[in-house]
């Protein structure tokens, strides 16, 4: 099995370490293909209006079944980059992030878009994100379900169009639970402040709404569960289809 496993947290933080190296215990080749610098919240991204550099990077103690390049781009540049330079494939994983990927954060999240841009590829991908807290972050939980997990997924592929978004919470998870999206979300706060030569500057610095939503991916990760979300990348709204059509009457 050969696996590529990226981020959006970049090459060289722990979290894809940790998720590289458990991917070294399942897998024949494994290659780490992740931003130079953090790229969260840079969504679905790809670099087409300026060239990108493929470096191999040196990191201490890596096995010797695993290969790291850092890219000057987003996580699905990562993506597309290493399919074509390293290798195609049996599974893209992403993260393990430094922080929950839940609701609406999906449609923000780097992590998760480099599991969609596995996806756009017909690779079977998956994402894993942790929550983080006040106690020290531990990617072993996690960790340890990807080396369960994926290899499943390789063995039975995913449906068409199909990628599955994974979230930790903070601490030993009680149990796995299967969970909806939900419609949790930042509140809209912006901060205005002045720069040193009188000019208005903005920082996007939302709080979380939560969600009470049962069966969501914000309740289970809330209440110490790790969840899986299967999404879809045909975000097509069919049921409005007939009422839609209402609207051009
Ligand atoms: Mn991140």
């Keep these: 099995m050969k696996v590529l496993v990226s981020n959006d947290d970049g090459i060289f933080s722990p979290g894809i370490l940790a998720l590289a190296l458990a991917m070294s215990e399942i897998a ?4 780490m293909v992740a931003p130079d610098v953090e790229q969260s919240a840079s969504g679905h991204a790809i670099t087409v209006r300026h060239p990108l ?27 597309v980059l290493g399919v074509h330079n390293a290798f195609r ?3 893209v994983v992403s993260g393990i992030n430094l922080g929950s990927n839940l609701g609406y954060d999906i ?8 599991a969609m841009e596995g996806t756009t590829m017909g690779i079977p991908s998956v994402a894993f994100s942790l929550r983080t807290g006040e106690s020290e972050l531990n990617f072993s939980h996690a ?20 990628f599955l978004n994974v979230n930790f ?17 930042w509140e809209d706060s912006v901060i205005k402040r002045e720069d040193p ?39 097509t709204h069919s049921s409005f289809f007939a009422n839609l059509a209402d609207y051009l009457e």
């Design 143 to 162: 960790a340890s379900f990807a080396k369960q997990l994926i290899p499943e997924v390789a063995k039975r592929g995913l449906p068409a169009r199909t």
């Design 197 to 235: 030569n009188g000019q208005d500057y903005y920082w996007i610095a939302g709080k979380p709404t939560g969600s009470d939503e049962p069966d969501s991916d914000y309740i289970a990760v809330s209440q110490g569960y790790a969840c899986i979300t299967p999404l879809h990348l045909d975000m």
């Design 53 to 79: 550099r493929y470096t191999a990077t040196k990191l201490e103690n890596l096995p010797d079944n695993v290969k790291a390049y850092r890219v000057d781009g987003t996580p699905a540049d990562c993506v």
């Design 28 to 31: 024949d080749e494994v290659a």
């Design 89 to 91: 494939p049996d599974v």
């Design 107 to 114: 449609t923000h999240s780097g992590t998760v878009a480099a």
């Design 169 to 185: 919470p903070v601490g030993k998870p009680k149990d796995v639970r299967l969970a909806r999206q939900s419609t949790h979300s």
